[in-house]
């Protein structure tokens, strides 16, 4: 079984909708994080959080939400999705007891119409 | 401009070609480097770290010069499998850094017959 896992893996929706995507880790990870990449511009830190109900915005958290009710979870929202909400995201984890080294789930991709 | 940036690629090599891989990074307070590999449609993976003293693994070598703010990756006898898109890593530095990252737009190379 893959230690990160992210659901759904593909989404389409239409613009103004509400969605969440869902992040599960069980390699006791104590840090998460969301990311998005577009084609040309590499990946983007939406949110990360070091820790049951800490959240910290990244560099484009602008139109997104996260919740960290469990060390296991990260859930990553768009409130009222727009089309250039379309990317691919990625999760990801990381243990501040070992390093800087990040692991990633399979990523999701996202279609706004 | 970018924090970190990257030969935009892409690189098409014979089998058994040498290719190197450049990145530049704007901070120069950054501490910790990192070059990672995505396979198509693919999650993000931990290719090498990047140590002042230069590492090898096997056909991989990671160099850092911190007065150019300069990384590299080469890639000797490059494979069919080494087809991929290279992401050169930044730790960004902002409070308390924990390990997020800054990625590179990424090269894409592609290794021919």
């Known amino acids: 079984d893959a230690d990160v896992t992210q659901t759904p893996r593909n989404r389409i929706t239409k613009t103004g909708k509400r969605i969440m995507l869902e992040c599960s880790q069980t390699k006791g990870h104590d840090r998460m994080y969301w990311y998005r990449q577009d084609p040309g511009l590499g990946l983007r830190l939406i949110y990360y959080s070091f820790d049951v109900k800490d959240i910290n915005k990244g560099e484009i958290s602008d139109g997104y939400s996260v919740s960290r009710q469990a060390q296991a979870k990260f859930s990553l929202s768009l409130e009222s999705a727009i089309p250039n909400q379309t990317a691919l995201y990625f999760c990801a984890t990381s243990d501040s007891r070992a390093g800087e080294t990040q692991y990633f789930g399979p990523g999701t991709r996202l279609l706004v119409l | 401009r970018k924090e970190v940036e990257q030969d935009p690629g892409p690189f098409n090599v014979p089998e058994g070609a040498t290719v190197a891989f450049n990145c530049t990074y704007s901070?120069?307070?950054?501490?910790?480097f990192f070059w990672y590999r995505q396979d198509c449609r693919k999650e993000p993976k931990l290719l090498m770290s990047?140590?002042?003293s230069g590492n090898e693994d096997g056909r991989f070598t990671a160099q850092l010069n911190r007065a150019s703010q300069y990384i590299s990756l080469l890639i000797r006898d490059s494979k069919l499998s080494d087809s991929a898109t290279y992401l050169c890593v930044v730790i960004g530095m902002t409070y308390n850094q924990g390990g997020k990252l800054i990625f590179g737009q990424g090269t894409e190379l592609s290794v021919k017959p």
């Open positions: 901070n120069s307070a950054s501490q910790s």
């Open positions: 990047v140590y002042s």
